[in-house]
């Protein structure tokens, strides 16, 4: 939303895998041409038909992460452009694992090209990983990340499998080998949770990353990281951060350390947020800031995807303006 006409802070949060569907960006592209031109300088560094395959699919070409990395972020800054393009700012800004790269140009700290870069080789280096160490995903509801940590822990030593994600009081994801995760769910029906495995393809945000952590290192050291224009909240720590060099090892970082996403929505309440808007596709982000913030009533919660959502918002901030104001 745009802060200049909002009465409380403002934050825009950035999708990351998990997000996508076929179809995504097609109104966007079609009618907002900076979007096209992003889309179109993404196939460009990726070599990838992204597109093709953002608006027709199979859907699991587009879920590999070589693939779904630069086209999510592609699309999400489209969707920033478009913000920015109709005269919208954030007050403060975080991204969901992939997504904080987004957020990162949202800030200022990389430009675009820099931004569709590092995506572009993360998500080339993750492929690679993933299929020399083959892996998944399982998110757990229904329990306590303490519960479900407690539960890893008694199967450490037998497996690789680690917390990946902490996205809500009661909504973990974990990552590591298959057959870590089959156990896994296994003692969550137990304890009386849902698990459920996520279509990723890689065991992301885990020690089986650490080879393309390790390689990713030569891409950061290509790109200048900029002090942020405006507040940033890191994964890895859930806190805000304004030293650049800081920001690049945390980024680093967090391809295999788990993202502390209640942390940094708490980190945003605290700091007086009580408006967030899920710049990109899907309603995941959303859904997560239900989750962290209900069943307090003083949230307000939106997403914009292309042209149509924006207008819808326009509407929205209008009529709470002119109700404000009654």
């Known amino acids: 939303m745009n802060a200049s006409k909002n009465s409380t802070p403002t934050a825009w949060l950035f999708p990351g895998q998990g997000s996508q569907l076929i179809g995504m960006g097609r109104e966007l592209c079609g009618a907002f041409s900076p979007a096209l031109r992003i889309l179109k300088q993404a196939e460009e560094v990726s070599g990838l038909p992204l597109s093709r395959l953002c608006w027709q699919g199979p859907g699991d070409e587009l879920e590999r992460t070589d693939v779904l990395q630069p086209a999510m972020t592609a699309i999400t800054l489209g969707c920033l452009a478009l913000l920015r393009d109709?005269?919208?700012?954030?007050?403060?800004?975080?991204?969901?694992?992939?997504?904080?790269?987004?957020?990162?140009?949202?800030?200022?700290?990389?430009?675009?090209?820099?931004?569709?870069?590092?995506?572009?080789?993360?998500?080339?280096?993750?492929?690679?990983?993933a299929l020399r160490h083959p892996g998944g995903m399982l998110s757990v509801g229904g329990m306590s990340t303490a519960a479900v940590q407690g539960l890893v822990d008694s199967l450490r030593g037998r497996y690789s499998l680690g917390v990946a994600n902490c996205n809500a009081p009661t909504q973990t994801v974990l990552s590591g080998e298959v057959e870590a995760l089959q156990a896994m769910a296994s003692l969550v029906s137990r304890q009386g949770g849902q698990a459920v495995m996520l279509r990723v393809s890689g065991p992301w945000h885990s020690p089986l990353m650490n080879e393309a952590r390790e390689r990713f290192l030569d891409a950061l050291c290509r790109v200048d990281f900029r002090p942020p224009r405006v507040p940033l909240y890191l994964n890895t720590t859930g806190e805000r951060e304004s030293d650049p060099e800081r920001i690049a090892g945390q980024v680093l970082a967090q391809m295999a350390e788990p993202v502390l996403w209640t942390r940094t929505m708490a980190g945003m309440v605290a700091a007086g947020t009580r408006t967030f808007l899920e710049v990109g596709p899907g309603k995941v982000l959303r859904g997560l800031v239900r989750r962290n913030c209900e069943p307090a009533s003083d949230f307000e919660v939106y997403g914009v995807d292309g042209p149509r959502a924006l207008a819808a918002l326009a509407r929205t901030q209008e009529a709470s303006t002119k109700g404000a104001a009654a």
């Open 86 to 129: 109709s005269g919208h700012a954030p007050d403060c800004v975080a991204g969901h694992s992939l997504g904080e790269l987004a957020a990162l140009c949202a800030a200022g700290v990389l430009t675009e090209e820099e931004t569709l870069y590092l995506v572009t080789v993360r998500g080339r280096l993750m492929h690679e990983a």
